[in-house]
């Protein structure tokens, strides 16, 4: 019988290792991506703990080298999927008899497991399914997802801490129950932590998901269904359900017993999927909840008071860290005039000395995109640029995907600040300069406001303090995640809540008690141990 209530202090992130030569982690990681590489693996399909097999075969390959194949996954179709929903539905009734207590611990002991035995192993496989170098691996998928799991189950003990007042004669209360139904959990490429954290959230909360992956990245998400599975994650409470989006969502959403949508992807995708659940709004057990981080155009705007080298470390790392494919990296700039030359001389000379390659070398900067499809849209925006249509490319231009799916950091100079490549989303190692008057600086921040309908992440580089109050405030709408003289990407759990709105998404900021409130329906329990016996109130005596 668990009758104790036990206090967890506030975690501290996960420490970032740094992989310096002959270090103790570089050498693990090294030996650990021979290990991966050299084991071809068959994925299965995970439901009720029980691995289940198609024939339907996907491929896991290396973006940097694609004919290489990591691993084969099964395709779940619409009997996994049904089954997938039946299992979850059966889990929730066990799982939602566990403590608070039971729960976390699972998570608790997750997080510990990542951050020693299993490190290398996530950080391994991020880079060779994502193309990651050994740090964007490292701050992702061993520290950020390790942050998630810690800084999740603190939250959720301070959520059931939080109780009503109560008066003379009255016991109130309140519960944190988890939906009724399951959660269906839509994961992204490009962060192992998110794609760990999607399903694991509302779990933490008493929910059961099913997690889809995304396709190019089942190799590492299948490493942190494995992982869960140590910490002692009960089966059944996240069935791994890899597969063609449209075909398993379709079957998602027309189940009644949808209770939400953990959602990270693309701006399109998630508004269908909006739109469906309100075609079916009515087929439902409850309202589902609805949570989502989608696209962004994220920007850069510098005062003329600039510092030269902030500026341009806040562009290039910005830009083109883990090839521009965060929904946070810098896309967008506005620069001075009076000092464009100098900002412009020190940008160029510092991106000849970026190196492209495998991540395997850790003297590369950047690696390959994601894949053949992404590959293709981007380079089909510099070659926009190429055409001349009011803009000209002043860096990089040039890619090759013969061996691996390779594109240079490409800078764009625009003289139209409402350019294609200034107001679309690209997902890439692209960057749009707009030069604008130093006296039209206000002008630029409304201009920036209005120029995107996304609003994610966006930074102002000053030493003027009156300039950054009036970009403050002017920009309030445009970013969930503000940053002065800094870029805007990189958020750490606990530190920088993350999340937009417009067209970025519902803005619930992963990894706060804000995202896990979402997973939970709250009830309110009154006892009163002093009853009324009379129904007759004393107004209603005669004189």
């Known amino acids: 019988m668990n009758n104790s209530i036990p206090i967890f202090d506030e975690p501290t992130n996960e420490p970032v290792l740094n992989y310096e030569p002959e270090s103790k982690e570089r050498k693990n990681l090294i030996q650990k991506l021979k290990e991966l590489k050299n084991k071809e693996l068959e994925i299965p399909i995970i439901i009720g703990g029980k691995e289940v097999k198609t024939g339907n075969i996907g491929k896991c390959v290396m973006p940097h080298e694609h004919n290489y194949i990591l691993a084969y996954y099964h395709k779940a179709g619409e009997k996994e999927v049904q089954l997938a929903i039946e299992n979850s539905l059966k889990a929730r009734k066990i799982w939602d008899e566990f403590s608070w207590v039971d729960r976390i611990s699972i998570f608790k002991k997750a997080a510990d497991l990542l951050s020693t035995k ?97 396709s190019s990245a089942v190799y590492s998400a299948y490493f942190v269904i494995k992982l869960l599975q140590e910490a002692g994650l009960p089966d059944g409470v996240i069935n791994f359900i890899p597969g063609d989006g449209s075909k398993i969502g379709d079957l998602v959403l027309d189940d009644p017993n949808l209770a939400g949508i953990h959602f990270t992807g693309s701006t399109s995708t998630f508004q269908n999927m909006w739109k469906k659940i309100g075609n079916n709004i009515d087929k439902y057990k409850s309202y589902p909840r609805i949570v989502g981080e989608t696209g962004g155009k994220d920007f850069v705007v510098a005062h003329e008071s600039a510092n030269i080298n902030v500026l341009v470390s806040a ?30 001389n020190k940008l ?11 991540p395997e070398d850790f003297s590369n900067f950047m690696n390959a995109v994601i894949d053949k499809k992404a590959f293709d849209k981007i ?32 800078v764009i100079l625009t003289n139209n600040p409402k350019s294609k490549t200034m107001q679309e989303e690209i997902f890439g190692p692209v960057l749009t300069v707009y030069v604008y008057d130093p006296s039209d600086f206000e002008k630029i921040l409304k201009l920036c406001d209005e120029t995107s309908p996304y609003g994610l992440t966006g930074a102002i580089i000053s030493q003027d303090r009156d300039a950054i109050i009036k970009a403050e405030r002017e920009l309030a709408n445009a970013a969930g995640n503000f940053y002065i003289n800094d870029k805007p990407t990189g958020a750490v759990v606990g530190q920088q809540p993350f999340g937009g709105s417009r067209a970025s998404g519902t803005n619930d900021k992963a990894g706060t008690i804000i995202n896990l409130l979402r997973w939970v329906s709250a009830r309110a329990i009154k006892e009163n141990f002093v009853p009324a016996e009379d129904f007759r109130y004393p107004f209603m005596k005669e004189e």
């Open 315 to 344: 562009l290039i790392r910005g830009a083109f860290e883990y090839q521009g494919q965060k929904c946070s990296a810098v896309s967008r700039a506005y620069i001075p005039r009076n000092i464009w030359a100098q900002v412009k």
């Open 118 to 214: 299993w490190r290398s192993t996530l950080n391994a496989a991020t880079m060779l399914c994502q193309s990651k170098n050994a740090y964007q691996a490292e701050i992702d998928a061993a520290c950020e997802l390790t942050d998630f799991f810690r800084f999740n189950s603190y939250y959720a003990t301070k959520i059931y801490l939080d109780q009503p007042k109560s008066v003379e004669g009255v016991w109130n209360r309140m519960e944190y129950r988890p939906l009724e139904g399951f959660i269906f959990a839509v994961t992204p490429f490009n962060f192992t932590s998110i794609s760990g954290n999607l399903p694991t959230a509302p779990a933490i909360m008493g929910n059961t998901s099913l997690w889809k992956p995304a």
């Open 379 to 410: 380079t089909s925006y510099i070659e926009y640029a190429k055409n001349g249509h009011d803009s000209e490319i002043i860096f990089g231009g040039n890619y090759d995907d013969s061996i691996g799916y390779f594109i240079e950091p490409t």
């Open 348 to 358: 160029i000379e510092d991106l000849k000395d970026i190196k492209i390659g495998s």
